[in-house]
């Protein structure tokens, strides 16, 4: 049993193609919310330790809204990125298990395309769909990416471990990530955190931190906590929980 030290609390917007909308307007969508979270960024005038903070899911929103936004604005991106207060992932959208090598490809080259702009990636996140294909492990570590984050739905199928917990995955030809296989990211708006329901996230995160101690399976000091749900627009309430905690 571990005694957890720190709780992570990850804002992100779940990245759901046609689930809410269609996926015209769901994918303009998630364009506009890159310059929403620049302008909350920009906004918040708090210390640093309780800043506005934001990790994008998916990298095909940062993608499009690096294709029309002007130098200015790329440079914003960047330095945002640089001072750890946003974070942008390399998967390209939540996938299924079908993609071919093909299809891993072009997926995967337009993280070069992120690091051209300046934005340092290193994880993938990839939230709801359960299973993602053996491939990804190679196609991950080709593309300079070891840590794959993923965001099971338990009503859709049964994961491999009990949710959370950590393990290395290796694919075909013995490359290796490691995955943290957290819990299902609508936990953020059912607890109330998304929303900044002081009470109900107080309750919900600390009786998350107590069961994971009381687990034997559960080595780490760690709690990661997701503040996200389908397609939503971005806003700091999460940021009155992490202030009361």
């Given at each position: 049993m571990a005694v957890i030290r720190r709780v992570l609390?990850?804002?992100?917007t779940h990245h759901d193609v046609g689930y809410t909308n269609s996926p015209r307007i769901v994918d303009d969508q998630h364009r506009r919310i890159v310059a929403e979270v620049l302008r909350l960024c920009a906004a918040d005038r708090r210390p640093d330790a309780e800043r506005f903070r934001w990790t994008f899911e998916v990298a095909r929103p940062v993608l499009r809204f690096l294709a029309t936004a002007d130098a200015s604005d790329v440079e914003r991106l960047r330095r945002?990125?640089?001072?750890?207060?946003?974070?942008?992932?390399?998967g390209y959208l939540n996938m299924t298990q079908l993609p071919s090598d093909a299809e891993f490809g072009a997926a995967y080259d337009a993280v070069g395309l992120l690091r051209a702009a300046g934005l340092p990636v290193r994880s993938q996140q990839h939230g709801d769909v359960n299973g993602i294909a053996w491939g990804t492990v190679e196609a991950m570590r080709r593309a300079g990416m070891s840590r794959l984050v993923m965001a099971l739905n338990p009503d859709h199928g049964r994961a491999p471990y009990e949710q959370p917990t950590g393990f290395w995955w290796e694919g075909q030809a013995g490359a290796r990530v490691f995955v943290w296989l957290s819990t299902h990211y609508g936990v953020g708006e059912q607890w109330g955190i998304v929303d900044g329901d002081v009470a109900a996230a107080e309750g919900h995160i600390a009786a998350f931190v107590e069961r994971l101690e009381a687990r034997e399976d559960y080595p780490y000091d760690i709690a990661v906590v997701h503040a996200a749900n389908d397609n939503r627009w971005p806003t700091p309430l999460f940021l009155d929980v992490v202030r009361h905690w």
């Open positions: 609390l990850v804002a992100h945002l990125v640089a001072e750890g207060r946003v974070a942008v992932t390399g």
